[in-house]
């Protein structure tokens, strides 16, 4: 499986892990990148320390490459933009909002940037301003999500960008990496299928909530506020979009959500806390460890593709 974004990151597979907010920390990216994927450290609002802390666990666990994902809107993007060129990070991912400020800081560390992009426009405008590679993020991903599903998404910014593209959303077995190399992209992005990874440190609940899911069973909120997000059906989710319906405003909305994330992830909360998942939930259905679920997602990959010109 040697493809344009193996070579660009020095890993052994094409498939790079989710950066999920209060999810992905250093023993799940460890894994990961012990594996031969690409594990990423998911920074969300988290302070600078804490990230640079995360950072130093991760190299204790494996020498290989590894990852940061800056969340651009974080009062502390600053902060540890600095701290991942500080740290020898090897790769950045970023999400809400654009990265150039931070482009020629991060070259000159030798970081490769790989801004996730919702849309045709920005994945244009970010190989304008630097980025090494982008992430392509259909609708069907779990958490924050824009509106064009990944079979659209894919193929479309494929020809309107030269760099390498990465396919995200809706992706959980070799038969969704297959169809991405279809529409043209070099890797892939995974994050619901790592959640119930053993070296994934989320609550049993929140695990077996997504094993359990069906096709039918995510919700998206907050079309209203304008900022959508994909989470598994529950209490929270009932709520939330009954109040959305009848027009409640975006502070009462907010007031249903916040800390949900943290409760279901450390509480196992999974009534009221914000379980987010992909569609491809419906597709998890056993825990393995990371190096088995790479593994099996390799195997059934080359067993589709065997006889094909799509690896290098």
Not at 81 to 99: D, F, I, L
Not at 206 to 224: C, F, Q, W
Request: proline share 3%; charged share 25%.
């Amino acid at each position: 499986m040697r493809t344009k974004i193996t070579r660009l990151l020095g890993i052994e597979y094409p498939i790079i892990q989710g950066g999920m907010a209060w999810v992905a920390e250093y023993h799940l990216a460890a894994a990961v990148s012990e594996a031969g994927g690409l594990g990423i450290i998911g920074a969300a609002n988290a302070p600078a320390d804490w990230v640079r802390q995360q950072i130093q666990e991760t190299k204790k666990l494996t020498e290989k490459p590894f990852g940061v994902n800056i969340m651009l809107m974080s009062p502390y993007a600053d902060e540890i933009a600095r701290v991942v060129a500080e740290e020898g990070v090897k790769v950045v991912t970023t999400g809400a909002g654009s990265p150039e400020k931070y482009m020629k800081m991060w070259k000159e560390a030798g970081i490769k940037v790989i801004p996730v992009v919702a849309s045709v426009a920005l994945a244009k405008r970010m190989e304008r301003c630097g980025a090494d590679a982008v992430v392509a993020e259909g609708t069907e991903s779990g958490g924050h999500i824009g509106e064009t599903t990944t079979l659209v998404l894919v193929p479309q910014v494929v020809d309107a960008v030269k760099i390498p593209v990465i396919a995200a959303g809706g992706i959980a077995d070799g038969r969704g990496i297959a169809a991405a190399f279809m529409l043209g992209a070099q890797g892939v992005q995974m994050g619901t299928h790592f959640i119930v990874t053993k070296e994934c440190w989320v609550h049993e609940n929140y695990k077996d909530m997504v094993i359990k899911a069906r096709d039918i069973d995510t919700r998206v909120t907050g079309r209203s506020t304008g900022h959508p997000v994909r989470a598994l059906r529950n209490q929270m989710t009932g709520e939330y979009l009954k109040k959305e319906a009848e027009g409640a405003s975006f502070e009462e909305l907010e007031k249903l959500t916040l800390g949900g994330l943290r409760k279901a992830v450390i509480d196992g909360d999974v009534k009221t806390g914000s379980v987010m998942s992909g569609q491809s939930a419906g597709l998890v259905k056993e825990k393995m460890t990371c190096e088995e679920l790479i593994q099996k997602l390799v195997k059934e990959t080359d067993d589709l593709l065997k006889g094909t010109s799509l690896y290098e």
